[in-house]
């Protein structure tokens, strides 16, 4: 064969041969199960590394896991790992062991003494009827011998869907150290068998399975007739899903004519670290909308609903014969009414009390005034009195009585005077005025006059000045 023909043949059989590997690697993946990776790349598929440190092209086959164990805390493994380098899982079961739908804690620790270590491709644990979470990824330099070592620790959250003996698996992992272009290593933790409790049937499948469930609720806004709020509630447990929350919590969102109730957004609250005491621990956010006095009734009051959450506590020795319980208890809420209501109410309430005072105004001012014309007229008097105890003559008086009284005559002034010793009195007057001043009678009258003086004087009525007269003219 001419050694054109050699390498030709050379040539097409190696791709021959590729072509063969491609598609047995193709056969060997269908009928796999699609397990919840993150990343879905073929496993246990032969790996072609181009150099090694000698820079001899090598081949490598599959790797073959080992035989599950029931060791909950192993380093052992399938595979070649770097130099200086550990992959250790860890299992930790619940309080009273592993419980159906009750999740547990898988720690995969990985430890890089010599610290070459580039990059890795890592998977999440998987199985049948498993649900398999990330919780949370820590790196740290450790002093392990003396020696610090870079330490990376993988949290998961590993959830059996059913009960009886489960086996967990672990995905390979690959691992490519400092200044290597491609990955040299791959390695695949021991599997587990894992014996899981069953939990009674007669309960539904969506009820939480934790040992602690709690709710908090964040302050209300400022509350305002016809206005919307959301109502937001924090609620915190283990093996929470929004489909879980939405069955507890739908039938217990009922409103009332004070105040409207809408239905719950449910998410979970990635923001939110889980508790230190309970690292598989979730929070979920639910936001309720709440709309005051709905109806426009002017009501200003209401209560926000009492939410009762019930679970499966996983910490009793018989998880499920009987619910445990977190109650939000209910709480009356306030808010201002309305503009028109507000209004309204005003004017109901000070109506009565406006006219009430306007009618004590009205009173006092009336009294006021009549204490005022009084005090006038007692001084008016006064000082008609005054004025004519110092007039000596009786024509003189009857001038001045003329002009207080307004009457022009003496009869009109005794037509007008309620005191008989002031009748008697002007009578007196009025014959010490128009007698005959040559007679006896008249002589008799005026030494008479000091005492019809004084008693003029005395017995003034007050009649005469209870409203204005117009003068008489003497």
Known sequence: MSPSKRILSRLFGRRLQGAVFAVLGLLSSVGQPAY???????????????????GVPQDFGPVTPLPPITDLNT????????????????????ANGLLERAPFLVTLTITDRNKTLAS????????????????????????????????RVYRFAVTPLAAGEIELKFAEMTFREVGDSDTRYAFIPVARTLTVRPL???????????????????????????????????????????????????EQLIGTAALGVGRAEIRRATEDKPPVDDPLAETFSVRISLLPDPQGQGATTAALPRLRLPFIDSRESAPGQQLSETVLPARSISWPASSGVRVLDAVQFWWWRVL?????????????????????????????????????????????LRQLTGESSIKGMIERAPNPRFI???????????GNSDGPISEKRLENWPQTHQELVRWLPRVFFNAARPTASD
């Open 36 to 54: 919840a990776f993150d990343i879905p790349t073929p496993q246990n598929q032969p790996k072609t590394i181009n150099t090694t440190p000698f």
């Open 75 to 94: 380093q052992s493994g399938a595979g070649r790992l770097p130099a200086g380098m550990t992959v250790q899982t860890q299992i930790t079961p619940t």
């Open 120 to 151: 890795l491709t890592l998977h999440r644990p998987y199985g049948e009827h498993i649900q398999s979470d990330r919780i949370d990824i820590n790196q740290q330099l450790r002093s392990i011998d003396g020696r610090m070592a870079n330490v």
């Open 200 to 250: 009674p049937g007669f309960w539904p499948a969506y009820l939480p399975v934790t040992p602690n469930l709690s709710i908090s609720q964040e302050p209300l806004p400022k509350l305002a007739a016809g206005q919307p709020v959301d109502w937001v509630l924090h609620i915190t447990g283990q093996n929470l899903t929004a489909f879980a929350l939405n069955k507890l919590l739908d």
């Open 356 to 400: 009430l005072l306007l009618m004590f105004a009205y009173g006092l001012g009336f009294a006021l005034n009549d204490a005022r014309k009084r005090w006038q007229r007692r001084r008016q008097h006064r000082a008609a009195q005054v004025e004519l105890a110092e007039l000596n003559t009786p024509r003189a008086v009857l001038h001045r």
């Open 424 to 434: 008697a009195a002007l009578q007196a007057l009025d014959a010490a005025c128009y």
